[in-house]
Nanobody, 126 residues
Framework: EVQLVESGGGLVQPGGSLRLTCAAS????????ISWFRQTPGNGREGISG???????IYIGPVKGRFTISRDNAKNTVYLQMNSLKPEDTAMYYC????????????????????WGQGIQVTVSS
């Protein structure tokens, strides 16, 4: 069964850090680009970071300099290190995988994604 499973979320104070993990099973992650999206109630998913099959990374402005995406192909895992967290980072976070041509480039487009994780909550609050 093809699965992506997020872990590492939870409650953190403003200025704190979390590391999200996206663990893949049922397929070889190293042939996919992986992206992180987030969603708040009543809104669509917002792509925030992506990493290509070769490791090139992209970020949207609000997270650039604070978040770092990385991948460990040997562990079939992708990470999102989130530092200097702000209350506005509070959201459900999803990882997603894009195969074939999309894998050559990082993507933040939902339509490029073939597989999605179940999501994990991140709450930034005092």
């Amino acid at each position: 069964e093809v699965q992506l499973v997020e872990s590492g979320g939870g409650l953190v104070q403003p200025g704190g850090s979390l590391r999200l993990t996206c663990a893949a099973s049922g397929f070889t992650l190293n042939t996919y680009a992986i992206s992180w999206f987030r969603q708040t109630p009543g809104n669509g998913r917002e792509g925030i970071s992506g990493i290509s099959s070769f490791g090139g990374a992209i970020y949207i402005g609000p997270v650039k300099g604070r978040f770092t995406i990385s991948r460990d192909n040997a562990k079939n895992t992708v990470y999102l290190q989130m530092n200097s967290l702000k209350p506005e980072d509070t959201a459900m976070y999803y990882c997603a995988a894009a195969r074939l041509s999309a894998a050559w480039y990082a993507s933040l487009s939902e339509s490029d994604m073939n597989y999605w994780g179940q999501g994990i909550q991140v709450t930034v609050s005092s």
